[in-house]
C-alpha cells in the first residue's frame, strides 16, 4: 500500500514500467473476448460469423423464447436459495471448526476440502445415484407413482448446488475468522457481551467481507454449473447453462451472445453491489467495539 | 455511529430470503398437486383449466378425459418451434415443458437412472436400439397415432427399430462435403477432394473435417473402400495414416461452428452435416452440399416415450399432433433439418426447399442408396483408438 521510495533505482523504475505493460496486456486478454461476445450479440447475421450491421432482434428474440426466459429464471432461483443456505451453513461450519476442538477434527477439516478438489463428474454421477436411490425409496415407501411421483427437478438441484458450496463458503470464511484477533471478542466478553451479542455485535461485522466473499463465489458457481445441475436436475428445471450449451450444438448463434451480455451484466451489478456493502461494512466495523454499550 | 440492528440491508436481506423460500415451496408444491388428479385417472377428471370445454376440444386432442394437465418433454436444444408447444396447448389444454440435453449418452443416462419423469424423448438411431436393448422405451398405441401414416415408408423399419414398436421418426440428416463453389467452380463428387493429399492441399488451411470420430474415421473409411462401420484393424490402420497426411493441410477439426466458417468463406471445403449447411447457404450462397460418390451416412431422430412415463396417452397424442400435414412443415421449416413426413412436404415454405434442392441438399433415391448408418456396439471402441492416434500427433 505505502510506496516506498528509492530514488535512483533504476531497475525498480524498469521493474513499473513492466508491471503497468503486464497489467494492460493481462486486461486485455481478459476482455477483448467479452468485448468481441458482445459486439456480435449486436450483429445483424444469423450465423454471427462476419459483421452485417446492427440490430438488437437478438435480444428481442431472447425476450420473447420462453425456453431461455425458464431457464434464467430456474437459474436465479438455483443460485439465490443454494447460495443463501450454503452460506448460512458454510459460515456455521466454518466457525465450528476454527473455534471449537473435537474429536477428529483433522478429518473433517480434509474432507472439507474434498468437494473443492474432485471432479464435478464424480459428484454428479454420485449425486445422481443417490437422488435415484432416495426418492426411489421414498415413492416405494409412500405408495406414489404417475405424476404424483417424487422426482428430480429444481429442489434437487438447489440440494446439489449447496452440497459443493457449502465447502466454498467455509474456506473463505474460515480465512477471515483465522484473522480475527481474539483479543477483540474477549475484549467484548470482558465488558458484558454474551456469547450470541458478542457474535453479532464484534464477530460478524469483522467476517463479513469474508461471509460476502463466500456468497458471491457460492453464487457464481452455482449459476455457472452445468454438469452437476444437469444429473440432479428434472422435468422443468432446464437452467441457463444446460440451455446455452445445448444450442451450441447446433451454432453459436447471436441469441446466444445476446444471452451472455445479460448474464455478465447481471454479474458486474452483483460485483459492484458486493464491493459496495463490503465497503459499508469495513467502514461500520473499523469504529466498532466501543460503542455498542 | 451505532450499528442498528434493523439496518435496511439486513431488512432486505431477510426478506429477499423469505420471497424465495416461499417462492420456491410454492412452485414446488403446485406441480404435483396440479398433476395430481390425473394419475389416478378418475374418469371424470375435468382437462386442464385453459381448455374451453370438454366437448368442444378437437379431434385430434383424443378423449378429454385421459389427457395429463402437462407434458415433459426431453429434447435436443432449438429443436422444436415453441409455437407449435403454445398452439396444441391452446387447442388441447396440456402445457408442454421442454428440457434440453446435448447427447445422446447425457439422455441414456437419465433414463437408466429411472423415474425421470419425461413423458416424450427424440433419441437418435443407435441411441433407440440401445435404449431398447435396455427395456427403457415403452411401446407405442399406433391406435392413437394414425397420423403415421404420413410418413415416408422408406424411412421406416429401420434396423434400430424393424417394427416401428417404440419409435416414429422426428428429424433427419445426412453427412457429406460443403463446398464453396468460388474455389470449386465444377463442385465435388469424390471424398478425393478432402482426403487425396494433392488435392486437399490445393486449399491448405481453407479445410475441416468434424470432430467425431464415428464420423470423420467413417468418412475415410469409405474413400478407402470400406464401410462406415468397419472395424478391420488393418483398415482402422489405413484410415488413420489418410487422417494423419490430410490433417498436414487442414485448418482443423471443427463440428461446432463449421457453418460460420464455410458461411465467412474461412473454409472453402468441409466435412459436414446437412442441416449446418443449409444454415450457410442461408447466410452465403456459394455454399453448397454434395454426397459423394462413395457414400455419406444418413442420421434419424425419433420421437419415443420413456418405459416409466407418467403420462404416455397425452404423448402418443402429441407425436400424432406433431405429424399431421401442417404442423410437420411448421417443425422442418423452425429446425432446417429434412421431415420424414411425406404429407408435409408440399406445405414447407418455398423458400428453404429452394434453398435445399439449389444446395445439394436434397436427397433422392440414387443418393438414398449411397447413405450408410453408423451403428455402435462393443468392437466400436477401435474408432476412439484411432481417433486418439490421429488428434494426438
New interface residues.
Given amino acids: 500500500m505505502n510506496e516506498r521510495q528509492t530514488p535512483g533505482n533504476r531497475f525498480l523504475r524498469w521493474g513499473k514500467r513492466l508491471l503497468w505493460a503486464n497489467m494492460i496486456f493481462s486486461f486485455l486478454f481478459l476482455y477483448l473476448p467479452i468485448v468481441i461476445l458482445v459486439a456480435f450479440s449486436f450483429n445483424d447475421?444469423?450465423?454471427?460469423?462476419?459483421w452485417v450491421g446492427f440490430t438488437t432482434q437478438w435480444y428481442v428474440s431472447m425476450a420473447q423464447?420462453?425456453?431461455i426466459l425458464?431457464a434464467m429464471e430456474n437459474s436465479l432461483?438455483v443460485a439465490?436459495?443454494s447460495t443463501?443456505i450454503a452460506t448460512i451453513l458454510g459460515t456455521m461450519t466454518a466457525m465450528a471448526m476454527e473455534r471449537f476442538r473435537f474429536p477428529f477434527q483433522r478429518t473433517y477439516d480434509g474432507i472439507l476440502y474434498l468437494p473443492v478438489i474432485i471432479p464435478d463428474i464424480v459428484m454428479a454421477v454420485s449425486l445422481?445415484?443417490f437422488f435415484?436411490l432416495l426418492?426411489?425409496g421414498a415413492?416405494d415407501l409412500l405408495g406414489l407413482?404417475?405424476?404424483?411421483?417424487?422426482?428430480?427437478?429444481?429442489?434437487t438441484v438447489?440440494i446439489a448446488h449447496v452440497a459443493f458450496n457449502i465447502s466454498f463458503v467455509a474456506i473463505v470464511v474460515r480465512t477471515s475468522l483465522g484473522e480475527l484477533d481474539p483479543g477483540l471478542e474477549e475484549a467484548a466478553q470482558d465488558l458484558g457481551a454474551n456469547e450470541w451479542t458478542t457474535f453479532r455485535?464484534v464477530t460478524l461485522?469483522l467476517i463479513m467481507p469474508g461471509i460476502l466473499g463466500g456468497a458471491l463465489l457460492a453464487f457464481t458457481l452455482s449459476l455457472d454449473d452445468f454438469v452437476i445441475t444437469?444429473?440432479t436436475?428434472?422435468?422443468?428445471?432446464?437452467t441457463l447453462p444446460?440451455?446455452v450449451?445445448?444450442?451450441?450444438?447446433?451454432?453459436?448463434s447471436p441469441e446466444i451472445n445476446a444471452i451472455s451480455t445479460v448474464m455478465l451484466l447481471v454479474s458486474m451489478i452483483l460485483v459492484i453491489v458486493s464491493q459496495l456493502?463490503q465497503r459499508?461494512t469495513v467502514a461500520?466495523s473499523s469504529?466498532p467495539v466501543k460503542?455498542?454499550q | 455511529?451505532?450499528?442498528h440492528p434493523a439496518s435496511p440491508?439486513r431488512l432486505l436481506i431477510l426478506s429477499?430470503?423469505l420471497i424465495?423460500?416461499l417462492?420456491?415451496c410454492a412452485?414446488?408444491t403446485s406441480?404435483?398437486a396440479a398433476?395430481?388428479n390425473?394419475?389416478?385417472a378418475a374418469p371424470a377428471a375435468p382437462p386442464a383449466q385453459s381448455a374451453p370445454a370438454t366437448d368442444a376440444l378437437p379431434e385430434f386432442c383424443g378423449d378429454a378425459s385421459q389427457l395429463?394437465a402437462?407434458l415433459?418433454f426431453?429434447n435436443?436444444?432449438?429443436?422444436m418451434d415453441?409455437d407449435i408447444m403454445?398452439q396444441f396447448e391452446e387447442a388441447c389444454g396440456v402445457k408442454v415443458?421442454?428440457?434440453?440435453?446435448?447427447s445422446n449418452e447425457?439422455l441414456i443416462?437419465?433414463l437408466q437412472?429411472?423415474?425421470?419423469?419425461?413423458d416424450l424423448v427424440i433419441p437418435s438411431d443407435y441411441a433407440v436400439q440401445i435404449l431398447i436393448n435396455a427395456d427403457l422405451l415403452h411401446p407405442l398405441d399406433m391406435a392413437n397415432i394414425p397420423n403415421v401414416a404420413n410418413i415416408d415408408p422408406n424411412l421406416m423399419g429401420m434396423y434400430y427399430d424393424p417394427e416401428n414398436v417404440y419409435s416414429i421418426p422426428y428429424q433427419w440428416g445426412t453427412t457429406g462435403i460443403a463446398y464453396n463453389v468460388t474455389a470449386y467452380p465444377d463442385g465435388v463428387d469424390s471424398w478425393a477432394a478432402i482426403f487425396d493429399p494433392a488435392q486437399v492441399c490445393e486449399q491448405k488451411g481453407f479445410a475441416s473435417m468434424l470432430d467425431d470420430e464415428r464420423e470423420s474415421i467413417g468418412a475415410t473409411l469409405k474413400y478407402l473402400g470400406y464401410s462406415y462401420n468397419d472395424t478391420d484393424p488393418d483398415h482402422q490402420a489405413q484410415a488413420r495414416d489418410t487422417l494423419l497426411a490430410q490433417k498436414e493441410c487442414l485448418a482443423g477439426y471443427n463440428s461446432?461452428?463449421y457453418?460460420?466458417?464455410l458461411?465467412?468463406e474461412?473454409v472453402m471445403i468441409a466435412h459436414a452435416w446437412s442441416?449446418?449447411t443449409a444454415?450457410?447457404r442461408?447466410?452465403n450462397e456459394n455454399v453448397k452440399f454434395v454426397i459423394p460418390k462413395e457414400g455419406g451416412t444418413i442420421w434419424m431422430d425419433n420421437m419415443t416415450i420413456p418405459a416409466d412415463a407418467?403420462?404416455i396417452y397425452t404423448a402418443e397424442i402429441f407425436i400424432n399432433y406433431l405429424l399431421s400435414p401442417e404442423i410437420g412443415a411448421q417443425l422442418s421449416n423452425y429446425t432446417y433439418y429434412f421431415t420424414p413426413n411425406l404429407a408435409a412436404q408440399p406445405l414447407l415454405d418455398p423458400d428453404y426447399h429452394a434453398l435445399l434442392e439449389s444446395g445439394g441438399m436434397l436427397v433422392d433415391d440414387a443418393v438414398r442408396a449411397r447413405l450408410e448408418w453408423i451403428k455402435r456396439d462393443e468392437s466400436s471402441i477401435i474408432f476412439s483408438d484411432t481417433w486418439t492416434a490421429v488428434k494426438a500427433r
Fill in positions: 447475421s444469423k450465423l454471427g460469423a462476419r423464447s420462453e425456453a425458464t432461483i439465490f436459495v443463501i445422481l445415484a435415484s426418492l426411489g415413492n407413482s404417475g405424476n404424483a411421483a417424487l422426482r428430480p427437478g429444481l429442489v438447489i455485535r461485522p444437469f444429473f436436475t428434472g422435468p422443468g428445471g432446464t444446460i440451455e450449451f445445448g444450442r451450441i450444438r447446433r451454432a453459436i456493502v459499508r461500520l469504529s460503542e455498542s | 455511529m451505532k450499528i440491508l429477499l430470503f424465495l423460500i417462492a420456491a412452485s414446488t406441480a404435483p398433476s395430481d390425473e394419475s389416478t395429463a402437462e415433459h426431453f435436443w436444444a432449438d429443436y415453441e403454445a415443458t421442454q428440457d434440453i440435453y446435448s447425457d443416462a437419465k437412472a429411472g423415474n425421470s419423469g419425461y461446432d461452428n457453418n460460420q466458417t458461411a465467412s474461412e442441416g449446418g444454415l450457410a442461408s447466410e407418467p403420462n
